[in-house]
């Protein structure tokens, strides 16, 4: 796979990185224009009763669709950091690989953040440091409907059915919902822990 285009998440689910992990390159969408129900601000764990939404309350600004990804800013009057960190310790606790990876992530719920865009780098960064990944990767300075690179940017609709089968791993509660698909790269990381690039490199992507 050469180029791709994908939409900084928060962190992204399982395809997100797979296609990552298995590109020559990769381009993050600057340029466009926020929208709801999307990852940009929400992603999927897997908890005790399953499959559980994880949202960053963001401010409304009575623009509409028409505001800037990059000009989001997060709703902190909630506290919504100290709930989903509250949330990953109780889904993931018990599995493999939480406490080899938690002092990495706890800071990233200490902080309070003011845009979204820059909170979702942050996560990435933190996430490739967890991984020892490091994608060759760009920003967008400019929006194109149809751009250059392998446009994956339809991947950030959170509604969107899977059009990829992901092979099975482990899930700590899996023995009660089975195997969910494309949760969190979270979920992933603290269930496979050093074997996630692996996993990511052998998946057969459309």
């Not at 990953?88 to 599995?95: F, G, H, K, W």
């Not at 996430?127 to 446009?151: A, G, R, V």
């Amino acid at each position: 796979m050469e180029t791709v285009l994908l939409h900084p998440a928060y962190f992204a689910p399982t395809l997100h990185y797979a296609y990552m992990a298995q590109a020559e390159s990769v381009v993050f969408e600057n340029d466009d224009n926020y929208q709801k129900q999307t990852y940009r601000n929400r992603t999927y764990v897997y908890g005790a009763n399953g499959k559980l939404l994880l949202n960053i309350p963001i401010l409304h600004t009575g623009n509409g669709s028409h505001q800037k990804y990059r000009d989001v800013k997060i709703e902190n009057s909630f506290k919504w950091q100290q709930h989903h960190w509250k949330s990953l310790q109780s889904a993931y606790r018990s599995s493999a690989f939480f406490e080899f990876f938690e002092d990495d992530l706890a800071p990233l719920f200490e902080k309070e953040q003011t845009f979204l865009l820059d909170f979702n780098y942050q996560c990435f960064e933190v996430i490739c440091e967890c991984l020892q990944f490091s994608p060759n990767y760009t920003k967008t300075k400019e929006f194109f409907k149809e751009p250059p690179q392998t446009d994956l940017r339809y991947t950030i609709d959170a509604k969107r059915a899977l059009n990829v089968e992901l092979d099975p791993y482990f899930q700590v509660f899996e023995d009660k919902k089975g195997f969910i698909p494309n949760l969190s790269i979270l979920d992933l990381l603290f269930n496979e822990g050093s074997n996630v690039l692996t996993y990511l490199e052998s998946l057969k992507l459309k």
